[in-house]
Each structure stands twice: as structure tokens, then as C-alpha cells.
């Protein structure tokens, strides 16, 4: 972890580190309630009353900027609730589909989600299959993006949410499941929503989908852990990752830096040990600026709140309180800037001395890369063969002077121009 830009970013905004808004959502019972909290010490302000559900509410989000707090009222449904000064007037979204996994893109204003559904195979069975969309919370719309047919629901299992109660669409009765998935991270510099599934295999498999590029894609990579939630480290490639390894009878929790690039974990550090068979409501959270950083774990009674060292993940002290808490500071502010498919292209550097590099973040292979003279004339052609982050576009020797790039997308072509001057 580059520790310089924890301590510039330390220095930097320790004025209105305490300042920060925070909302949680308490469930004692079946009994809801929202309102300011402080994870220092696990005290509340101005809660007020929003309801009542059978079960503890899943995958808290605050909307800050826009006064909105969204959860999941069962595993079927969101629920939206917009803070109007002391009232809170919230609406009910049933999309009637198993939902988990839900993240929000404030930028436009959507949530991405896994649902389950059921489907007829043509072998006289109904299968359940994973699929990704996106629900917008302005007009109720849901677009479903991916299908994932090598990732039957019913095949996978490991102890990341622990069991969850469904509904069964086909016999109409609630069914228990263990699902092998893990909180969702939406990163919106990059346009990514990334998640870790255990396939059909057993294997441990790192999903990153490109939801908002021209054509909705992803990749997987083989992961060796047992990721529970994850939280990005602004401007780079490193995730804090909430993680658990086994050790005899115990249940180790564990915090490290994870590199969504390689796949490697460095940094880490005990957080607990506790007897389980499931895990269960484990977050980790940074506030808004990511000069904090908490981790929260339900045990069934209580809910644990430790607060870790940004550097080096060491835990720094601990809080409790009596009944189920999820909690979340919202999102900063490059969160709602529009991302285009421009973002996710470009050259650099410009100028250049030759040695010229196509960006290329969007998840789409592209066709080829031509480049034309100032004149015109084609002086090189590339093809790419695979989906990578950077294609070296190599200009030396090229007379000095003003180079036009075409590189054949599936959706609009990218044009650009780059000065040479070797």
C-alpha cells in the first residue's frame, strides 16, 4: 500500500473527518428504525421510526447528496426512502425475483443487482439461473444486462451470507439457500461492479462487469479467498478486502489489501475469531474521504464495530450495541459525474516520443488500431487479440509531427491524435 497518499490524505482532511454524515438502519426485532450514527462509539441521533419487516433488512446504502436511503425489504423487493426534514417518506419497489448482491451507481441514479430466476431447461426441470441487471430508482424500470448459464444457483454454496430465506415463485413457499457470493463493490472511476461466486467447481472466481460501457461485459479470475465485502481505495487498483480463512474449529476475519488487478492480498490483519458455520452481515466500510475505516459483524445479538488503521489495517479499538446495525457514509463526490464512452478510452502519453499507449477500460476488444499521418497515409496496423488495460502503440522512428488514431470498437470507433516528437 503506497503509504505516502495515506498520509497526504491523512493530513489533508483531518479537519472535517468528524464532521461526516453517516446513516444506519437498526433492527431490534422486526422492528426498523434509521437515523445519524457514530461507529467510534456506536451511538445514535434523531432516529426515527420506518417500519416493520419479518427479517433484518439486507445491503443498507445512503445516498447522501440526495437525501436517500436504500435496503432491500426482503429478498424480492427494494425499498427507497427519501429524508424530507423530520419525516421520512419511503415507497416499495416488489420486482418479484430473488435479488442479492444490490449496489447503487449515483451517477445515473441506478441500482445493479444479481436476481435468481427459475427457468424451464427443455428436460422437463426448471432451472435457477443468475442473472445481472439494473433497477432505476426515479422510474421503477428494471434492464436486465447479463445471463450467467454456467452458474447454476442451485450448485453453489459457501458460507458468505450464510443461508438467506426465498421465495419460490413456483410452489409459492419460502426455501432456505446458501448463496456463494459476496458483497458487492462498485467502483465508478473505473465502471466496474466487482463480486466474488464460487462456480460449479468449488473455485473461487472474481467477477468484474463493465455495466455502463456501449456492450454490458465481464471477466472472471480464479481468486484463492474467501472475500465477504470490499471497499476501493480512491485512484488506484488496491480494494480493502473483508475476508475470512479457517483455522481448526475457528473462523479467522481478516482485513488485507487486495489488488483487483493480480489478484494478490498484502497488508493483512486479524480482526476476530469466533465459532460459525455461516457468515453472516460482515461489512466493511470507509467513510467519505477514507480517513476511516470500520468493520461491522452481526453474531446474532449484537453488532460489532471495529475500527481499523487506514495503513495498516490493524484493529484500533471496538464498540458494540444490542441489536442488528448496518450502517454507511454514502458516496464522495466523483461518484456522480457522468462517466461517457469516451472515459474509457484514450492515449497517453501526449505528446509522446514515440512509445504511445491505447487506453482501453471499456471491456471491449477492439477490431484493430490504425494509424494515419497528417497526410493520410496508413503507417501502421494492429491487431488485438485479447481484452487488455493499455496497447502499445509504437511510433519510433516516425517523423516528428501530428499522428491520427482509429481504433475499430464495437460500439462508435474512438479517434484521436497524438504529437510525436523524437
Not at 433492527?27 to 462509539?41: I, K, R, T, V
Not at 420506518?50 to 447522501?64: E, Q, R
Not at 435479488?99 to 441506478?110: D, E, G, R, S
Request: net charge neutral; proline share 4%.
Amino acid at each position: 500500500m503506497n503509504k505516502l497518499f495515506f498520509t497526504t490524505l491523512l493530513c489533508t482532511v483531518s479537519i472535517v473527518a468528524f464532521s461526516q454524515p453517516t446513516k444506519a438502519i437498526i433492527s431490534n426485532g422486526a422492528f426498523l428504525q434509521m437515523g445519524d450514527f457514530n461507529p467510534g462509539n456506536g451511538t445514535f441521533a434523531g432516529l426515527q421510526d420506518i417500519g416493520y419487516l419479518p427479517t433484518p433488512p439486507h445491503d443498507f446504502i445512503y445516498d447522501a447528496k440526495n437525501g436517500k436511503a436504500i435496503y432491500q425489504n426482503s429478498m424480492n423487493g427494494f425499498v427507497v426512502s427519501t429524508f424530507n426534514g423530520k419525516s421520512i417518506d419511503s415507497k416499495d419497489y416488489d420486482l418479484l425475483n430473488n435479488l442479492i448482491a444490490p449496489t447503487f451507481m449515483p451517477a445515473n441514479k441506478k441500482i445493479a443487482f444479481f436476481s435468481v430466476q427459475k427457468e424451464f431447461n427443455g428436460y422437463g426441470s426448471n432451472e435457477e439461473t443468475l442473472t445481472f441487471s439494473t433497477f432505476d430508482v426515479n422510474n421503477g424500470e428494471t434492464n436486465t444486462l447479463l445471463k450467467f448459464n454456467d452458474l447454476s444457483f442451485d450448485n453453489v454454496s459457501a458460507p458468505f451470507y450464510g443461508k438467506v430465506t426465498m421465495l419460490d415463485r413456483f410452489t409459492n413457499s419460502n426455501i432456505e439457500k446458501e448463496v456463494a457470493i459476496s458483497k458487492p463493490l462498485y467502483i465508478a472511476q473505473k465502471d466496474l461492479y466487482i463480486i466474488m461466486i464460487r462456480d460449479v467447481t468449488g473455485t473461487n472466481r472474481l467477477y468484474k462487469i463493465h455495466v455502463n460501457s456501449p456492450n454490458p461485459n465481464f471477466t472472471s479470475t480464479r481468486c484463492e479467498y474467501n472475500i465477504i465485502d470490499m471497499t476501493s481505495v480512491a485512484g488506484t487498483d488496491i480494494v480493502k478486502a473483508l475476508y475470512f480463512e479457517k483455522s481448526g474449529s475457528l473462523i479467522l476475519l481478516k482485513v488485507g489489501d487486495f489488488n483487483i488487478a493480480n489478484n494478490t492480498m498484502t497488508n493483512s490483519s486479524d480482526i476476530s475469531s469466533f465459532n460459525a458455520s455461516s457468515i453472516d452481515n460482515g461489512s466493511l466500510k470507509f467513510n467519505t474521504d477514507q480517513s476511516k475505516l470500520f468493520v461491522t459483524r452481526f453474531d446474532g445479538s449484537k453488532t460489532n464495530i471495529y475500527s481499523l488503521n487506514v495503513e495498516s489495517n490493524l484493529l484500533n479499538s471496538a464498540a458494540t450495541y444490542s441489536g442488528n446495525i448496518q450502517f454507511d457514509y454514502g458516496f464522495n463526490e466523483s461518484y456522480y459525474i457522468p462517466k461517457t464512452y469516451l472515459d474509457y478510452l484514450g492515449l497517453y502519453p501526449n505528446p509522446s516520443t514515440g512509445l504511445v499507449y491505447f487506453k482501453n477500460n471499456s471491456g471491449i476488444i477492439p477490431n484493430s488500431i490504425k494509424v494515419y499521418n497528417n497526410v493520410g497515409q496508413l503507417v501502421r496496423s494492429i491487431k488485438v487479440e485479447e481484452m487488455v488495460a493499455q496497447t502499445l502503440i509504437d511510433l519510433s522512428g516516425m517523423a516528428r509531427g501530428i499522428y491520427h488514431i482509429r481504433v475499430d470498437m464495437l460500439g462508435p470507433d474512438f479517434i484521436g491524435k497524438v504529437a510525436v516528437s523524437n
